[in-house]
């Protein structure tokens, strides 16, 4: 009896034991399994990365590596993408550049509201006009906020510490072609008096709305530059005008109260300034080529083949525009026949006109496209002779700035 419960015992233990053993065989083999799918599905799924993003590479840890360029790798990449085209690497580079541009911007910590915790002197006192009296400023405090306008720099006077007297504002414009370190500005509203010159004996009134343009420079946090000239370009072209370097005054700068300091920056801010206005002169100058590249001479028509009638042309023009000390270049016929005007309500012919266009270099050396017109008076059987009818004015493509070539 001993010997079948014993027998029966180890029977049980085998049969539990090898129950065990196969339970973890399977749970082996299980995991092995799952094993295998992740790291199938871990290596689709970088593969898929690696499709998406386009790059060239063997995985996602490469890839992240190459989605970074250097300017001259990224010509590089253009090259070999596009090596018959070179415009097209061009424009893509430029596209990559003014991108590269946008960011950094938008990376930029935006300044905070901030004043001067003191007054810094300036070098020369402003005559500050406030309702009916006029004060004399020495001392100012500094302001620096963002608006809906951009930037601002004010000018806050010792005798009136909340009155923004003086705003100058930036643009990104003007922060993108600043001397690195510095930011230029423009003054938008108030005005005020100094004198100006060697000796300054010259008293200057300034404001904005003047043909004198006024411009800050924010050398550090407490030292601003207040400089004015003469200026080019009103803003046309899409881009800022620019000082004539001839013209640069420093009229003031701000800052601490020793006399040293304001002498150092009276000397060291005139070459900051002219290095910012030649920038400025040298876009202004790109933009106004460029536009001024797209400005052809029109095509001329089957009448400039009248040589009567382009000999008259020429003729009153060349004495029309010499009033005004230009010179004729180029002179054609537009038109391909006459155009008839009639009497809106009789229906009777009264003249008839052609137009033409030609080109002149006035007094300053700047050339300039512009159109005329030609009639010939109906007498009832006939027209009559010829009569200038004048440059045309305000009718575009006419009176824009060309390139003289």
Same mark, same amino acid.
């Given at each position: /009896?001993?010997?079948? $419960?014993?027998?029966?015992?180890?029977?049980?233990?085998?049969?539990?034991?090898?129950?065990?053993?196969?339970?973890? @065989?399977?749970?082996?083999?299980?995991?092995?399994?799952?094993?295998?799918?992740?790291?199938?599905?871990?290596?689709?799924?970088?593969?898929?990365?690696?499709?998406?993003?386009?790059?060239?590479?063997?995985?996602?840890?490469?890839?992240?590596?190459?989605?970074?360029?250097?300017?001259?790798?990224?010509?590089?990449?253009?090259?070999?993408?596009?090596?018959?085209?070179?415009?097209?690497?061009?424009?893509?580079?430029?596209?990559?550049?003014?991108?590269?541009?946008?960011?950094?911007?938008?990376?930029?910590?935006?300044?905070?509201?901030?004043?001067?915790?003191?007054?810094?002197?300036?070098?020369?006192?402003?005559?500050?006009?406030?309702?009916?009296?006029?004060?004399?400023?020495?001392?100012?405090?500094?302001?620096?906020? /963002?608006?809906?306008?951009?930037?601002?720099?004010?000018?806050?006077?010792?005798?009136?510490?909340?009155?923004?007297?003086?705003?100058?504002?930036?643009?990104?414009?003007?922060?993108?072609?600043?001397?690195?370190?510095?930011?230029?500005?423009?003054?938008?509203?108030? /005005?005020?008096?100094?004198?100006?010159?060697?000796?300054?004996?010259?008293?200057?009134?300034?404001?904005?709305?003047?043909?004198?343009?006024?411009?800050?420079?924010?050398?550090?946090?407490?030292?601003?530059? $207040?400089?004015?000239?003469?200026?080019?370009?009103?803003?046309?072209?899409?881009?800022?005008?620019?000082?004539?370097?001839?013209?640069?005054?420093?009229?003031?700068?701000?800052?601490?109260?020793?006399?040293?300091?304001?002498?150092?920056?009276?000397?060291?801010?005139?070459?900051?300034?002219?290095?910012?206005?030649?920038?400025?002169?040298?876009?202004?100058?790109?933009?106004?080529?460029?536009? /001024?590249?797209? $400005?052809?001479?029109?095509?001329?028509?089957?009448?400039?083949?009248?040589?009567?009638?382009?000999?008259?042309?020429?003729?009153?023009?060349?004495?029309?525009?010499?009033?005004?000390?230009?010179?004729? @270049?180029?002179?054609?016929?537009?038109?391909?026949?006459?155009?008839?005007?009639?009497?809106?309500?009789?229906?009777?012919? @009264?003249?008839?006109?052609?137009?033409?266009?030609?080109?002149?270099?006035?007094?300053?050396?700047?050339?300039?496209?512009?159109?005329? @017109? $030609?009639?010939?008076?109906?007498?009832?059987?006939?027209?009559?002779?010829?009569?200038?009818?004048?440059?045309?004015?305000?009718?575009?493509?006419?009176?824009?700035?060309?390139?003289?070539?």
């Amino acid at each position: /009896m001993k010997k079948i $419960i014993l027998l029966f015992v180890l029977a049980l233990c085998y049969t539990t034991s090898h129950a065990q053993f196969g339970n973890m @065989l399977k749970k082996k083999a299980k995991a092995a399994v799952e094993k295998k799918l992740d790291k199938k599905e871990s290596s689709n799924s970088s593969s898929k990365s690696e499709n998406a993003s386009g790059m060239v590479g063997s995985s996602s840890t490469e890839n992240s590596s190459k989605t970074e360029y250097t300017d001259e790798e990224f010509k590089a990449e253009l090259a070999k993408k596009y090596p018959n085209d070179q415009a097209k690497q061009d424009l893509y580079y430029q596209k990559y550049l003014e991108k590269k541009q946008q960011e950094a911007e938008a990376n930029k910590p935006k300044p905070a509201n901030t004043v001067s915790d003191e007054f810094l002197y300036m070098s020369y006192p402003f005559a500050m006009t406030k309702g009916m009296s006029a004060v004399g400023v020495d001392r100012v405090k500094i302001r620096r906020q /963002m608006t809906d306008m951009g930037d601002n720099v004010d000018l806050l006077p010792a005798q009136d510490p909340e009155y923004a007297w003086l705003r100058f504002l930036t643009t990104p414009e003007l922060v993108a072609m600043s001397p690195e370190g510095y930011i230029g500005y423009e003054l938008v509203s108030g /005005m005020f008096t100094t004198k100006v010159g060697a000796d300054r004996s010259q008293t200057l009134e300034l404001g904005t709305g003047m043909p004198i343009l006024v411009r800050g420079m924010l050398i550090a946090d407490d030292v601003f530059v $207040i400089y004015a000239a003469s200026h080019q370009g009103g803003h046309a072209f899409n881009v800022p005008s620019y000082m004539i370097q001839e013209d640069i005054t420093i009229l003031n700068v701000i800052g601490k109260g020793e006399q040293q300091f304001h002498l150092d920056w009276l000397e060291k801010a005139k070459p900051i300034v002219k290095e910012f206005e030649a920038t400025l002169k040298a876009n202004y100058d790109a933009a106004a080529k460029s536009t /001024m590249d797209a $400005i052809k001479m029109p095509k001329a028509g089957s009448m400039n083949s009248n040589a009567s009638l382009v000999s008259f042309a020429k003729e009153n023009v060349s004495k029309t525009i010499a009033k005004d000390g230009a010179k004729l @270049l180029k002179l054609n016929i537009e038109s391909n026949d006459w155009s008839i005007v009639k009497n809106k309500y009789t229906g009777r012919i @009264l003249y008839r006109w052609i137009k033409g266009a030609f080109t002149e270099k006035n007094k300053n050396n700047d050339c300039y496209l512009q159109g005329f @017109l $030609i009639k010939q008076q109906y007498n009832g059987s006939g027209y009559g002779s010829s009569q200038f009818g004048g440059i045309i004015h305000g009718q575009m493509p006419y009176g824009q700035q060309m390139n003289c070539e």
